[in-house]
Every structure is written in C-alpha cells, then in structure tokens.
T-cell receptor, first 111, second 112 residues
Framework: DQQVKQNSPSLSVQEGRISILNCDYT??????FLWYKKYPAEGPTFLIS?????DKNEDGRFTVFLNKSAKHLSLHIVPSQPGDSAVYFC??????????FGKGITLSVRP | DAMVIQNPRYQVTQFGKPVTLSCSQT?????MYWYQQKSSQAPKLLFH???????NEADTPDNFQSRRPNTSFCFLDIRSPGLGDAAMYLC???????????FGPGTRLTVT
C-alpha cells in the first residue's frame, strides 16, 4: 500500500510556463516532506522541503505548498526551463528520518 | 567536492552468484542507507546504519546483508541473487538528526 502517491507519471510543459507537480500522502504521523530531482544516470538530489508546521516554502523558482487537511502537496516551478526536465520524487519522513518515496513524475519542459 | 560514490556503476552477475556493491562517502555523515529501485517504482529502503547500529527493514529479504567497516564505507551483499533482484541500488547518507539525504549515482545490477 503506497503511502506517498504521485498519480501522474509524466508532465509536459512549455518553457517559461508553470509546472505543477502533485503528491498525495496517507500517513499524517510523518511531518516533513521533501522533493528530490533525478537526472538519468545520476542519483536523486535534494531540491526543496517543507515542514508540516508550514503551508508554503519558497526557494527561487521552486515553491512547495502543503495542504494538511487534504493530505496533499504540490511543487510549483516557475518559470520552467528545459534544464528542469527530470524525474521528480515526492518524499515523506519523520522522526525516524527514513524516506518514503513516491514513484516519481517525469517532467519534460519543451523549448 | 564532498560526495557519495558507488562502485561499480553497472554490475552483471549470474543467478545465485554472490555479489557485493560498494558505497563510500566524503561527507563524514554518520548515517548511511541502501535503497532498491526497480523499474518505474519508488526507491525502497532496505536498511540503514546509524553510526555502527544496523537497522533492517522488516520486509528486506534475508538474501540481502550489509557491512559498514568504518564511517566512510558501506557494502551491500546479495548472497544468492535471483532474477527479481535486478534493480538500481542507491546508497545515501545523512547527518543524524537531519532529514536531507545525499545520494550516490547508483549501481545498476543485472542478473543473468
């Protein structure tokens, strides 16, 4: 039973437009969420995170929104750039520091 | 640059032939993790070391073992690989108490 769900396997957007990557979770006990980005032939790299005491965290072009009542978070990338094309993983963790990954979503940014 | 290194990047082994994957890190992190990622699936934690303490996930098969001889190195041993063990194996590190993990590039294991 998947605890972190990324229901869309892929997303294609035009360069300069907004990319919105969605993630749902089932277990409210774990209170910290992270997004990782993965290029082919490389390991995942940390992108941005959010604690459950916040509903928004922003870092440059990347913003993560957390809706605890809906158990939903989203990653916004604006403006999207071709170099953002990668697989994005939504992860959940808590006091035990173990990461639970979603399956990932492949983002393609068209020039 | 501080980093997590995995060797080899690609490993081919025969069915039932033991294989060892290695991971080293220059970050001086005290926690090291091994994940298995099969095609189109989420990475799945196999086990982790918090300092010298080994923590096995409940559903990790007995076929998988790990060793951490020192802070910098961690090994994944697969005693009798089956075809179902073909996957990408990711090593990660973190500083205890911090949530962010740092990943190596992975070793892709093929079982023939």
């Amino acid at each position: 039973d998947q605890q972190v769900k990324q229901n869309s396997p892929s997303l294609s957007v035009q360069e300069g437009r907004i990319s919105i990557l969605n993630c749902d979770y089932t277990n409210s006990m774990f209170d910290y969420f992270l997004w990782y980005k993965k290029y082919p032939a490389e390991g995942p790299t940390f992108l941005i995170s959010i604690s459950s005491i916040k509903d928004k965290n922003e870092d440059g072009r990347f913003t993560v929104f957390l809706n605890k009542s809906a158990k939903h978070l989203s990653l916004h990338i604006v403006p999207s750039q071709p170099g953002d094309s990668a697989v994005y993983f939504c992860c959940q963790t808590g006091a035990n520091s173990k990461l639970t990954f979603g399956k990932g979503i492949t983002l393609s940014v068209r020039p | 640059d501080a980093m997590v290194i995995q060797n080899p990047r690609y490993q081919v082994t025969q069915f039932g032939k033991p294989v060892t994957l290695s991971c080293s890190q220059t970050l001086n992190h005290n926690v090291m993790y091994w994940y298995q990622q099969k095609s189109s699936q989420a990475p799945k934690l196999l086990f982790h070391y918090y300092d010298k303490d080994f923590n096995n996930e409940a559903d990790t098969p007995d076929n998988f073992q790990s060793r951490r001889p020192n802070t910098s190195f961690c090994f994944l041993d697969i005693r009798s690989p089956g075809l179902g063990d073909a996957a990408m194996y990711l090593c990660a590190t973190s500083r205890g108490g911090r949530y962010e993990q740092y990943f190596g590039p992975g070793t892709r294991l093929t079982v023939t």
